[in-house]
């Protein structure tokens, strides 16, 4: 179904703009329910996305979609932790999911995205979604304040107008509607760059860490390095650090900056010594951002199209998911009750934010360069089980805001967005 290019009719009940996860999770759960959706992506999948570390937190989404047995079946590498590394090359111990939570749910999955993204684009068609590829969302149309449809752009050039009852945008950082409201805001204190690359060959630790996240600081800690291991003897690795500092006027090119990085991070040098570079690098700027509005009349956003996270806890397939099924709930309920105002497209945000914001403030704790979560865990030992929980991406199922007081006494953390909550 999703190898079809044309759109079959021009009126539909739910309109998708983007087919990544978000958009097929989105996709997926209004058509099982029998509404009729189009879902638009202007590339053809497969393709190469960054990302590949899964959240134990998304277990819970993809058991609704019924496509854990085919992550279950699948060789992806299980991801049973994350392991942290400060300047000195010290690791932290392992922050293992299963510690206080046996359930299967707490072993998750390193992904190779382009297959991962096709499982969840082909199951939105599975579940009934109309799915078309090479087809470009070039503008939401208005009527008023009102979402009524799309204008696109076709495989052959052609341009048609597509009307729907919902327009979910998913464009991801394209984010046509926050872009059009003007209401998109970038978090000034994480303008982040990053420069990645997959490797072959690369060192995996044994057992149940084989397949763990590693997350690494330089010796400056001016940098941090990602390693994920992958399936066919690949990892990911990407060094991240502030724009003007990773991006600045160096001499050489991004390879050369990536190197020269590695250069001040040994145990990642360490770990690649027999390794194999697979590709070029490639640079995306991190910039963490969020929409203040996530519904209005007619439309609701989704993913990154609502908001993206610095990439250090590996938060954006988690965030993708869920943003993805709780708008997909407020669809389905609208159309019970014929109510697709922004109250009720967006009666899930303040929720959503508030799960954000925790991830939020473990990141800004990350990038203070006097902290360290071994001597916040040492003099607040209480506290091991809430950073589990979010490193595990419970933010939605359990309340984890009581670690965040005593950290505040060792780093500055962000106020709570609670006004911001208010305007969802």
Known sequence: MN???????????????????????????????????????????????????????????????????????????????????????????????????????????????????????????????????????????????????????????????????????????????????????VEPNLKKASIFTHFEGGLRDEGIDEGATLILHTRDKDSWFWYIPLQDDRVSVGVVGALDYLLRDRSGSAQAVFDEELGKCPRVQERLANAKQVFPVRVTRDFSYRSRQIAGNGWVLVGDAFGFLDPIYSSGVFLALKSGEMAADAINEGFERDDFSGDQLGNWGPEFVRGMEAIRKLVYAFYTREFSFARFLKRFPECQQGIVDILSGHVFIKDVSAIFEPMGQMCELPKDAGSYAAQV
């Open 3 to 185: 190898k079809r290019h044309r759109i079959q009719d021009d009126t539909y009940d739910v309109i998708v703009a983007g087919g990544g996860p978000a958009g097929s999770t989105t996709a997926a759960l209004v058509a099982e329910k029998g509404h009729r959706v189009l879902l638009l992506e202007r590339e053809r999948f497969p393709f190469f996305k960054i990302g590949e570390s899964l959240m134990p937190g998304t277990y819970w989404t993809l058991k609704r979609l019924d496509v854990l047995d085919q992550l279950k079946a699948s060789v992806f590498p299980r991801k049973h932790s994350v392991q942290f590394f400060g300047g000195s090359g010290k690791a932290s111990a392992p922050f293992y999911f299963s510690e206080n939570n046996p359930h299967e749910s707490s072993v998750t999955w390193q992904v190779l995205r382009s297959a991962f993204d096709q499982m969840l684009l082909d199951n939105a068609g599975a579940k009934g979604a109309e799915v078309c590829q090479g087809v470009g969302v070039r503008h939401v149309l208005f009527e008023g304040d009102r979402a009524v449809g799309v204008r696109v752009k076709l495989p052959d050039g052609a341009v048609a107008e597509v009307s729907g009852r919902v327009v979910v945008d998913a464009t991801g950082q394209s984010a046509l509607i926050s872009r059009k409201l003007k209401v998109k805001a």
